[in-house]
């Protein structure tokens, strides 16, 4: 159905006295104007005042464009529990979660930040189909704190039998397994730092395999350290250029789940355990502009010019990364190091786009922030309709420009009903 309609099941919040704008059609023109590109609520109404003749060939809009201080009111009061199960309705008539990819995880709305001393920027978290980079679910959290309870909680809303669900390593909890598993889904879950021991033993029997599969290579007659298990391990390697640095990556797998010990009791359920190491190397040229970028094990030892100390930790963006990885399906190494890698799409195809093409991290809104977020995502997952469809630009920014000079695509993709992608 469209978009209007949607809106127009959560209740307006306003008093009961006769208001001058209708909330759904406020709510419609705050898409509009994002998808147009105008990323504040000021900027998209003030657009679709200059669109108005445009949009009312679609809808009634009466009493013209509602102002900046009636949108606000709006947002601030509306029931955002509604507000988001309508846009998890809206999102599973477009594209369904069940046998999909989905990738968990939270983004912080950090202009959001009370300014009181001790805040913490406020949270929302997202669901992502990674296989189309929609997002079908948000929920607001507290604080980082709050993922742990509030993944189970999202799960619940959504049918994920058959689907594979993805988290960084705050949602490697046996509650949110068990919750997964009694939805009929699978999970690959990151295993860093928060998880001592079982963090502690995944590197430690999975190193000293790679370091004896490495041996046997080269000896046929090596003793392995664990000859049962070395039966059973596997591994795979990729190297790849990135921008400007060059990636080396490794992934391992050994479908032998005694080699943690909570798998004796508390993740029964465990089939394979991994590991996933990655070192990355900013690319170096010599004055004559030939490539001096060193090798892995040089780097390792020496570092190079652009990076003399290379910083090693199981957080993104670090030099020298290593993670676990545990799931209740039997992978490959190469399996399970693609879904890792599948999942941190969440991060540059989503929160990197909210925050730079859509200026989340820049806004102050308080009260409103989650159902600002919403909105975002509703322009954000029609971007990315229009993108798959090919009927716009693939670069955000220029595909917002699509929607801004061509009326026929916010016809098709606001004012009519998107068909389903299934």
């Known amino acids: 159905k469209p978009l209007v309609e949607h809106m127009r099941v959560v209740p307006d919040p306003r008093c009961g006295r006769e208001t001058k704008h209708d909330h759904a059609e406020v709510l419609v023109c705050l898409v509009a104007g994002f998808l147009a590109g105008r990323t504040t609520i000021r900027r998209s109404l003030k657009w679709c005042g200059r669109n108005l003749e445009e949009l009312r060939k679609h809808i009634p809009l009466k009493n013209g464009i509602a102002s900046p201080s009636t949108a606000s009111r709006i947002l601030s009061g509306i029931d955002e529990e509604l507000f988001a199960l309508e846009f998890m309705e809206w999102a599973g008539e477009i594209a369904g979660t069940k046998g999909t990819h989905l ?23 997202n669901a992502m189909d990674v296989a189309t980079g929609l997002v079908v679910a948000q929920v607001p959290l507290r604080d980082k704190d709050c993922e742990i309870t509030a993944i189970p909680e999202l799960l619940k809303l959504l049918d994920i039998s058959g689907t594979t669900v993805t988290t ?39 190193g000293e395999m790679s370091e004896d599969h490495k041996k046997m290579q080269k000896d046929k007659d090596y003793k392995p350290r664990h000859p049962e298990m070395q039966e059973k391990y596997e591994e795979v390697c990729f190297h790849e250029r990135n921008r400007d640095r060059m990636e080396h990556r490794w992934y391992s797998a050994c479908p032998e789940s005694g080699i943690l010990t909570r798998t004796q009791k508390e993740w029964p359920f465990i089939k394979t355990v991994g590991l996933a190491r990655q070192v990355r190397i900013p690319l170096e040229r010599d004055p004559e502009g030939n490539d001096i970028t060193p090798d892995v094990e040089t780097f390792l030892a020496k570092g190079s010019r652009r990076c003399p100390k290379p910083s090693r930790n199981g957080d993104t963006g670090k030099d020298i990364q290593e993670t676990g990885m545990v799931s209740d399906m039997l992978l490959t190494a190469e399996e399970m190091g693609m879904m890792k890698r599948a999942h941190w799409s969440v991060e540059n195809r989503l929160h990197h786009v909210l925050d730079d093409s859509f200026r989340e991290d820049r806004s102050p809104a308080k009260k409103s922030r989650n159902s600002l977020a919403l909105i975002r995502k509703f322009a954000y997952n029609i971007l990315r309709l229009a993108m798959l469809s090919g009927e716009c630009s693939e670069i955000m920014t220029e595909a917002m420009d699509d929607f801004s000079d061509t009326p026929a695509l916010m016809e098709k993709y606001v004012f009519s009903g998107i068909k389903s992608l299934y």
Not at 105 to 125: F, I, N, Q
Not at 179 to 185: A, D, F, N, V
Not at 189 to 200: D, I, R, T, W
Request: a neutral charge.
């Open 103 to 125: 990738a968990i995880d939270g983004k912080a709305l950090r202009a959001a930040m009370e300014k009181v001393k001790g805040s913490r920027s406020p949270m929302v978290m």
């Open 168 to 206: 960084d390593a705050v949602g490697t909890q046996t509650e949110v397994m068990e919750q997964i598993l009694r939805q009929e889904g699978h999970f690959v879950l990151m295993v860093k730092g928060n998880q001592p021991q079982s963090y502690e033993e995944i590197t430690k029997y999975l």
